[in-house]
Structures are given as C-alpha cells and as structure tokens.
C-alpha cells in the first residue's frame, strides 16, 4: 500500500509562489514524490488554491502575467481530493474541540483523521493550536529535509 499524507492548501501554494519556506515545501513534496506518497486533501483545497491565487493578484501581489501558470501549476500538483462521508460533521467538532473561528481548516484535520495518515500545513498559527492533541499534525517550518535547502535553486 502506498503511503498517504494530507496536505493543505498553504503548503501546496509555497510549492509554487515564491515565499518563506517554498524551497523547503518543494522539498517535502520531492521526497513525498520519491516515497511514491499519495498527497490527499478535501475537495476544499481546490477552491482555496484557486482563491489565493486569484486573490494575490488582485491585491498586486502577483504579477497577472503570472497567473495562468501559477494557477496551472498548482492544480497539476498530484493531489487526490476527497469528501468521505461524515467529513463535515467531523470537522465541525474538531473546529468546536479548538474553537476555531471557521471549520476549513478543521477539514484538512477531519481528512487526515478519517483516512488515518499525517497532515501537513504551513499554516504555524493551526499548527499550534492543535500540536498537543494531534500528534499527527506537521509543520512545514519545522521539517528538516534530508538536503539544506536555500532560498534558490
């Protein structure tokens, strides 16, 4: 059985905009691709990837010209979406165990609980609110690949 990992759409999104930790999410998700990893998110993940793109450029924080093949990169990512049933219940009691303040998040959490594996975000703000009940929740900031990593190629 190949191994299975959820991620968010703040991680996939350092794969493809240039942030503060994209070399190290490129190379989280080369050494997910070398395991033959399956990356699984809620079907949420393509509307969020999507907003955020559209979103930035809006806001003149990235240029339109860039659009379209950030857009394209992105939704080639090799992502499986998925909507089992009792998702969202699920993730309205998890956003009710953490008191967050929306359930999209809670999501990504209900996901990766349900389909048992590990769930990765770059949200560190998430991260810490939930570390000390869900052992199964990364970090993108904290991973320390195999290879240091620089801001370049």
Not at 8 to 17: G, R, T
Not at 32 to 48: D, H, K, M, S
Not at 129 to 146: K, N
Request: a negative charge; hydrophobic letters at 50%.
């Amino acid at each position: 059985m190949k191994p299975l990992v959820c991620a968010d759409a703040s991680l996939a999104l350092k794969i493809v905009l240039p942030e503060s930790d994209s070399a190290r999410a490129r190379a989280l998700w080369d050494e997910w691709q070398v395991q033959r990893t399956l990356v699984i998110a809620p079907t949420l993940w393509g509307y969020e990837v999507t907003s955020v793109i559209r979103n930035r450029v809006h806001r003149g924080k990235l240029a339109p010209d860039l659009e379209r093949d950030v857009f394209v990169a992105v939704h080639q990512l090799p992502v499986q979406m998925l909507a089992p049933a009792g998702l969202h219940q699920r993730a309205w009691e998890l956003a009710q165990q953490f008191n967050r303040p929306a359930a999209y998040d809670a999501h990504y959490l209900a996901l990766a609980e349900m389909a048992g594996c590990d769930f990765w975000t770059a949200d560190e703000r998430l991260f810490n609110t939930v570390q000390a009940d869900l052992g199964w929740v990364y970090w993108l900031g904290a991973y320390q690949p195999a290879v240091e990593v620089g801001s370049g190629h």
